[in-house]
């Protein structure tokens, strides 16, 4: 079983920063991959940045390219999303969310994911 806590979500003026952490629980986190996702009310929850068991392979959606990093420490069972030029239309709710799969890989889609945290909010002002 694997538990996460996020932490680290808040207000922030455009252009911005803010770091997310998601701590985990649990002998087999550092074999999954880990995914940071985001829902606004009434759409689907999309996912943000992913990043496989080792931390060297990533994934980042168009929408964050060049603005957000994902990293993680498997030493410590944490993962982080580091968000710079926050902009008003990056306001979610952020989750953390581990594979349900021990792999190699990152996974993209989110019904690959069976783990996650209760969310953290993130509100950008304009």
């Known amino acids: 079983q694997v538990q996460l806590v996020e932490s680290g979500g808040g207000l922030v003026q455009a252009g911005g920063s803010l770091r997310l952490s998601c701590a985990a629980s649990g002998r087999t986190f550092s074999s999954r991959s880990v995914g940071w996702f985001r829902q606004t009310p009434g759409k689907e929850r999309e996912l943000v940045a992913a990043?496989?068991?080792?931390?060297?392979?990533?994934y980042y959606a168009n929408s964050v390219k060049g603005r957000f990093t994902i990293s993680r420490d498997n030493a410590n069972n944490t993962v982080s999303l580091q968000m710079n030029s926050l902009k008003p239309e990056d306001t979610a709710v952020y989750y953390c969310?581990?594979?349900?799969?021990?792999?190699?890989?990152?996974?993209?889609?989110?019904?690959?994911?069976?783990?996650w945290g209760q969310g953290t909010q993130v509100t950008v002002s304009s």
């Open positions: 969310a581990a594979s349900t799969s021990l792999s190699s890989t990152y996974y993209i889609q989110t019904r690959s994911y069976a783990y």
């Open positions: 990043i496989n068991w080792s931390g060297g392979s990533t």
